[in-house]
């Protein structure tokens, strides 16, 4: 099959051909359709997170086919012990034993891949593969997320990417008002209001204090910048596997039951939730297709801060 590999961090991604995987005991053998680009991709590959299985496929947005036709979605969370305190408390997301999709198993940057059947979501025809990709991670983190801001109104988006642009629409299905914060980008700022935020601009113009925000951004000092915004009682959710160094802050800043808390990884209980609601809204994913060969270049666009929505390699 073909396939893109990381062979060491910091380097680029390799094309390559590789036998076809086999499935083992519990695992299911799935046809790739598509495969979104997430920015933990990116952390991967150039070595921000450690202790990779090497050589990887990376890839953990994955929409394919069973060999019998049914259409199914592989996550980020690949696999569970279901013995641990936190699997048995339902709280799967920390496993101490967890594996992931795309780190420590074969992910989707490749024509097959293996997936334990536990983990895969049945997914329904509508719509096409690379528009659900971005449901898979992007969609479902930032929806773990948006639970965690509770009940706000007022909710801040800090960085509007493949998971703020998701979480945007269905913020607004619930009735929040939407305030999405932006670097210095009018193209990227119209793309937010026209998915339904009130109010975009840069971190430091946000209009009125926020009950909640959510940072996407893997920069530490908007951590500070959120919580500078927040009305008493509000909390800033960290919804990146990676961020720089948070710097310190006054305590009178996180006074008044403010709080700062992270998101880690999904369960399948928020993937079937998300699924079943998406339809509903409907959510419309915005993405940038790239043939299989090109996921560097995909890569390289995520880096640089170059794509509205969200990136998609396209295998079909």
């Known amino acids: 099959m073909r396939a893109m590999v990381l062979r060491s961090p910091g380097e680029p991604l390799e094309p390559a051909d590789l036998?076809?995987?086999?499935?083992?005991?519990?695992?299911?053998?799935?046809?790739?359709?598509?495969?979104?680009?997430?920015?933990?991709?990116?952390?991967?590959?150039?070595?921000?997170?450690?202790?990779?299985?090497?050589?990887?496929?990376?890839?953990?947005?994955?929409?394919?086919?069973?060999?019998?036709?049914?259409?199914?979605g592989i996550p980020w969370l690949g696999w569970t012990c279901g013995e641990c305190r936190y699997c048995r408390a339902g709280r799967e997301n920390l496993c101490e034993r967890a594996r992931f999709t795309g780190y420590d198993r074969d992910?989707?940057?490749?024509?097959?891949?293996?997936?334990?059947?536990?983990?895969?979501?049945?997914?329904?025809?509508?719509?096409?593969?690379?528009?659900?990709?971005?449901?898979?991670c992007a969609g479902l983190i930032g929806y773990r997320a948006l639970r965690f801001c509770?009940?706000?109104?007022?909710l801040g988006l800090y960085g509007f990417g493949g998971s703020a642009h998701i979480v945007c629409q269905v913020a607004r299905h619930q009735g929040r008002?939407?305030?999405?914060?932006?670097?210095?980008?009018?193209?990227t700022r119209a793309f937010a209001r026209g998915l339904g935020a009130e109010w975009a601009g840069p971190a430091d113009e946000v209009p009125e204090p926020l009950d909640a925000a959510i940072v996407f951004a893997p920069a530490g000092e908007l951590v500070v910048a959120a919580l500078r915004t927040l009305a008493p009682g509000g909390t800033v959710?960290?919804?990146?596997?990676?961020?720089?160094?948070?710097?310190?802050?006054?305590?009178?800043?996180?006074?008044?039951?403010?709080?700062?808390?992270?998101?880690?990884?999904?369960?399948?209980?928020?993937?079937?939730?998300?699924?079943?609601?998406?339809?509903?809204?409907?959510?419309r994913a915005e993405v940038t297709e790239y043939p299989l060969g090109d996921a560097n270049r995909a890569l390289d666009d995520i880096r640089e801060g170059r794509l509205t929505g969200a990136a998609v390699l396209d295998l079909r």
């Open 237 to 283: 959710v960290c919804a990146g596997i990676h961020m720089s160094d948070i710097p310190s802050f006054p305590y009178e800043a996180l006074w008044r039951e403010r709080s700062i808390r992270s998101v880690a990884n999904l369960t399948r209980q928020d993937g079937e939730d998300l699924l079943a609601l998406a339809p509903e809204i409907p959510i």
């Open 19 to 72: 036998p076809e995987p086999e499935a083992g005991a519990g695992d299911v053998l799935v046809r790739v359709l598509a495969c979104g680009v997430c920015r933990t991709d990116l952390h991967i590959v150039d070595g921000e997170l450690a202790e990779p299985k090497l050589p990887l496929v990376p890839g953990h947005q994955v929409v394919g086919e069973l060999p019998g036709g049914e259409r199914v």
């Open 177 to 187: 008002r939407v305030f999405a914060v932006t670097r210095g980008d009018e193209e």
């Open 150 to 154: 509770g009940d706000a109104e007022r």
């Open 107 to 136: 992910g989707g940057y490749a024509e097959l891949a293996v997936a334990d059947e536990r983990y895969v979501f049945p997914l329904p025809a509508e719509p096409d593969a690379a528009h659900l990709a971005p449901l898979l």
